[in-house]
C-alpha cells in the first residue's frame, strides 16, 4: 500500500474542521430575517389589563410665575453694530500701540494693515452678513476695552463660523490679537 500523500494529511486554511460531519441531521434552511414575528410573550388582545391601556402623558398647565426681563447695559451694548469708522479709530489706536513698541517687524505690521483694508473693503461693499459685521465689532469692542482674550475667543468662532467669508482677511485680525497679547505679556 502507498503511505498517504503528505499533503493530505495537512490541514488546509480553508478546509472544515474534521470533526464536523455533513449530514442531514444539520438543517440547511437558514432564518428569513427580514419577516416579522407576532410578539408572542403578552397577551395584547386582552382588555382588562392595566399595563396595556395606553395613556396619555399629564397635561401640564402653563406657568403663572412671571419671567422678569432684565437688561443688562453691557448685553445691550453687543448686539449694536459699531460702525466702519469706529471700528477703524479702535485698529488706529491698537495700531499705534504696537507701533510704539519696539519688538514688532513692520512687515508685521504692514500685513496687519492690509488685511483690515481688505476687511473694510468687504464691509463696504455688503460682502458680509450681519452675523459677520456682529461678531466683528464685538471683537473690535473687546479689542477696546482691553479684553484681548475674549477679542481672540470671538474671532474663532468667527473662523468656525464663517471661514468662507472671512478668509481673505482674518488673518490679519488674528495677527493683531496676538501681537496685542504679546505686548500684554
Given at each position: 500500500?502507498?503511505?498517504?500523500?503528505?499533503?493530505?494529511?495537512?490541514?488546509?486554511?480553508?478546509?472544515?474542521?474534521?470533526?464536523?460531519?455533513?449530514?442531514?441531521?444539520?438543517?440547511?434552511?437558514?432564518?428569513?430575517?427580514?419577516?416579522?414575528?407576532?410578539?408572542?410573550?403578552?397577551?395584547?388582545?386582552?382588555?382588562?389589563?392595566?399595563?396595556?391601556?395606553?395613556?396619555?402623558?399629564?397635561?401640564?398647565?402653563?406657568?403663572?410665575?412671571?419671567?422678569?426681563?432684565?437688561?443688562?447695559?453691557?448685553?445691550?451694548?453687543?448686539?449694536?453694530?459699531?460702525?466702519?469708522?469706529?471700528?477703524?479709530?479702535?485698529?488706529?489706536?491698537?495700531?499705534?500701540?504696537?507701533?510704539?513698541?519696539?519688538?514688532?517687524?513692520?512687515?508685521i505690521l504692514e500685513d496687519i494693515s492690509k488685511k483690515v483694508q481688505?476687511?473694510?473693503?468687504?464691509?463696504?461693499?455688503?460682502?458680509?452678513?450681519?452675523?459677520?459685521?456682529?461678531?466683528?465689532?464685538?471683537?473690535?469692542?473687546?479689542?477696546?476695552?482691553?479684553?484681548?482674550?475674549?477679542?481672540?475667543?470671538?474671532?474663532v468662532i468667527l473662523v468656525r463660523n464663517a471661514s468662507s467669508e472671512?478668509?481673505?482677511?482674518?488673518?490679519g485680525i488674528k495677527r493683531l490679537i496676538q501681537e496685542l497679547q504679546?505686548?500684554?505679556?
Open positions: 500500500m502507498n503511505p498517504p500523500n503528505k499533503s493530505s494529511t495537512l490541514d488546509g486554511w480553508n478546509d472544515p474542521p474534521a470533526n464536523l460531519a455533513l449530514s442531514d441531521t444539520i438543517s440547511t434552511k437558514r432564518a428569513l430575517l427580514n419577516k416579522r414575528v407576532p410578539y408572542t410573550n403578552q397577551d395584547l388582545t386582552s382588555t382588562n389589563n392595566l399595563s396595556n391601556a395606553l395613556t396619555a402623558p399629564p397635561i401640564c398647565s402653563a406657568s403663572t410665575v412671571p419671567i422678569p426681563i432684565v437688561f443688562d447695559k453691557d448685553a445691550s451694548s453687543k448686539n449694536d453694530l459699531l460702525t466702519i469708522e469706529e471700528m477703524n479709530e479702535v485698529f488706529k489706536k491698537k495700531f499705534k500701540q504696537l507701533e510704539e513698541s519696539s519688538n514688532i517687524e513692520k512687515k481688505v476687511m473694510n473693503d468687504e464691509w463696504a461693499q455688503e460682502k458680509l452678513s450681519s452675523n459677520t459685521k456682529q461678531i466683528l465689532s464685538n471683537i473690535f469692542r473687546e479689542l477696546d476695552s482691553d479684553h484681548i482674550q475674549q477679542a481672540f475667543d470671538m474671532h472671512v478668509v481673505r482677511f482674518i488673518v504679546r505686548l500684554s505679556n
